[in-house]
Nanobody, 118 residues
Framework: QVQFVESGGGSVQPGGSLRLSCAAS????????MGWYRQAPGKQRELVAA???????NYADSVKGRFTISRDNAKNTVYLQMNSLKPEDTAVYYC????????????WGQGTQVTVSS
């Protein structure tokens, strides 16, 4: 089993920025698509950004142009740079290996809370 540890969340005002990090407990990244997901209160968890082992990226329309996903395979870490944050970005953010079709490969970590409020 692999464990993910997400960090970097916090409370910011609208328009602010945060950088999230996700570290895996062992080497798993090579060859896998990594995704950042979020779950807002009362809503289903959704995929917001994904990155292939080769660095190709894909974003949900709601975050396109504001969020940037990146990865460091040597450090088993994936990042999410979030700029121009909006109140609707408020959620718990998680990472996992993306299997497509809404499926993930491993159990969820504890996530990191992002709150955007004035």
């Amino acid at each position: 089993q692999v464990q993910f540890v997400e960090s970097g969340g916090g409370s910011v005002q609208p328009g602010g920025s945060l950088r999230l990090s996700c570290a895996a407990s062992r080497t798993i990244f090579s060859g896998y698509v990594m995704g950042w997901y979020r779950q807002a209160p009362g809503k289903q968890r959704e995929l917001v950004a994904a990155i292939t082992s080769g660095g190709s990226t894909n974003y949900a329309d709601s975050v396109k142009g504001r969020f940037t996903i990146s990865r460091d395979n040597a450090k088993n870490t994936v990042y999410l740079q979030m700029n121009s944050l909006k109140p609707e970005d408020t959620a718990v953010y998680y990472c996992n290996v993306d299997r497509g079709g809404g499926r993930v490969l491993y159990s969820w970590g504890q996530g990191t809370q992002v709150t955007v409020s004035s």
